[in-house]
C-alpha cells in the first residue's frame, strides 16, 4: 500500500496550493479518504474528509477555503487550498480508512504560509 502526497510548498499568506494524494494497493473506491495535518508542537488534526459515496465534512478552521475531492479512476484524492494563513503551516498527510480493513497514512507533504 502507497498512499504519496505531494503539492506542497511555500506560499505567501493569501495563496493557494492544492495537494494530491494518489493511491496504490488499495480498494481506493471503497475508502473514505481524508486529509490530516500536524504543526510543529501540535497534535495531528482532520482537516478535511470524503466517504466513498462523495460526502465531505471539514474542520471550522478550514470551512471555506479548503475544498477536498477524488477521483475514483484515478485513485486520486486532492485538497484545494485557499485563502491561505500562516496558522495552516503543517505537514499534510492524507490517510485512507476502510471500514473492514487497515487505515494506512502517506509520508506528508510540507506546507508553508508566511505572512
Known amino acids: ?14 495563496g493557494s496550493l492544492r495537494l494530491s494524494c494518489a493511491a496504490s494497493g ?17 497534535q495531528r488534526e482532520l482537516v478535511a474528509g470524503i466517504t466513498r459515496g462523495g460526502i465531505t465534512n471539514y474542520a471550522d478552521s478550514v470551512k471555506g477555503r479548503f475544498t477536498i475531492s477524488r477521483d475514483n479512476a484515478f485513485k486520486t484524492v486532492y485538497l484545494q487550498m485557499s485563502s491561505l494563513k500562516p496558522e495552516d503551516t503543517a505537514v499534510y498527510y492524507c490517510k485512507s480508512t476502510w471500514d473492514y480493513g487497515s487505515d494506512y ?6 506546507v508553508t504560509v508566511s505572512s
Open 26 to 42: 488499495i480498494i481506493f473506491r471503497l475508502n473514505t479518504m481524508s486529509w490530516y495535518r500536524e504543526a510543529p508542537g501540535k
Open 1 to 14: 500500500v502507497q498512499l504519496q502526497a505531494s503539492g506542497g510548498g511555500s506560499v505567501q499568506a493569501g
Open 105 to 110: 497514512w502517506g509520508q506528508g507533504t510540507q
